[in-house]
């Protein structure tokens, strides 16, 4: 399961999404991602269903190794289903025990969350998986820059945000040679009652936190010894522009904010007609 997260991780193939301005990625995750919590009807999610398996088909990123991200968070995709399935008063009552209670209104909820979370982590993993940490930092540092004018450390902040990203696999690895190695050990993480299996990761834990201090520290070595200072007189070599690409793919993501808004507003006149 360790291995099955791929947030953070970058996956190198030439498509038209790998070659988008990482600011038109960034905005259109935005959009994306605020259009999940706009959508209120099940058209809406098949829709945004169908973008979304254009652009991994138009990533070329193996829709295998997208899926693949769905398994680290299966647990919260259980606990959310369950909340919203049982906690969720309605007037059609299907089934009641206790303070539990089971309704066709939590039924289309929990479907409606489950859903919402699968989109999200895959959406969003869209983004890492096609875009090289270098393009995240300049594209957020880009973005951040006007609120510079009010003290905010704008290279600082994405800096700090591409490096979390970055050592996102670096420590999913360590933790899995660490696994590995107290298992060898005699270590079982699998059995015994959730108390015992929760004791269990203390082996993993401290290492782990170990290993990610040591390699903070090597880190801002590497920097120091670079004469590295934030955003302080910084060229680029590569600078960043727009091409005929990333505005088109801007008309795109109006066009698909254009259509929720729309499948929102007609669903709630359908409502409000009903």
Request: charged fraction near 20%.
């Amino acid at each position: 399961m360790i291995r099955d997260i791929t947030i953070g991780q970058f996956y190198p193939v030439e498509s038209p999404i790998h070659r988008l301005d990482a600011r038109v990625k960034l905005t259109l995750t935005f959009v994306y991602i605020v259009t999940l919590f706009l959508i209120n009807s099940f058209v809406g999610y098949l829709f945004v269903i169908a973008v979304l398996g254009a652009s991994i088909k138009a990533s070329k990123v193996p829709l295998k190794f997208m899926l693949k991200g769905i398994k680290g968070i299966m647990v919260i995709i259980i606990f959310t289903a369950f909340i919203n399935l049982f906690m969720t008063r309605g007037e059609q009552l299907l089934w009641q025990w206790g303070f539990l209670s089971l309704t066709v209104e939590g039924i289309v909820l929990a479907l409606k969350m489950c859903m919402r979370l699968i989109l999200l982590i895959v959406g969003s993993s869209l983004l890492t998986l096609t875009t090289t940490p270098i393009q995240l930092t300049d594209g957020i540092e880009y973005m951040l820059r006007p609120f510079k004018r009010f003290g905010m450390p704008a290279h600082e902040i994405a800096m700090m945000m591409t490096i979390a990203l970055r050592f996102i696999p670096t420590l999913l690895d360590e933790t899995d040679k660490i696994m590995k190695a107290q298992q060898a050990r005699g270590a079982d993480f699998d059995t015994g009652s959730l108390m015992q299996k929760a004791k269990s990761l203390i082996p993993i834990l401290v290492p782990l936190f170990i290993s990610a201090f040591r390699r903070a520290e090597e880190l801002a070595m590497a920097m120091e010894a670079r004469c590295y200072h934030g955003d302080e007189n910084r060229t680029r070599m590569n600078r960043m522009q727009m091409h005929r690409r990333d505005y088109g793919a801007f008309v795109v993501g109006a066009i698909y904010l254009v259509v929720i808004i729309g499948l929102r507003y007609a669903g709630n006149t359908f409502s409000s007609l009903i």
